[in-house]
């Protein structure tokens, strides 16, 4: 679970505050390199998203049901690593 300082729920990874990594534990996770990790994996993922949002613009979809759709897949998405402890 993450917790953002401006608490919208939505970051944009350039201008909005840094998202505050939990453990499961509660613990922030402090270590630069997973923070530098785990944030360039979200710039990456956005801009997948973007251009994904963008084509079904063009296409005629509607940016609800696309928001929707990815949210939807956003719940399915299951670790392939067992819970830590």
Known sequence: MSQLYNGTGIAHMNTDPPI???GPDGEVIACVEKNKVLRENL????QVCQD????AMLMGCTQEQFRTVLAEMAQ??????PPRK
């Open 43 to 46: 710039e990456e993922i956005r």
């Open 76 to 81: 399915t998405l299951q670790t392939s690593y």
């Open 52 to 55: 994904a949002l963008d084509d």
């Open 20 to 22: 505050i990594w939990l």
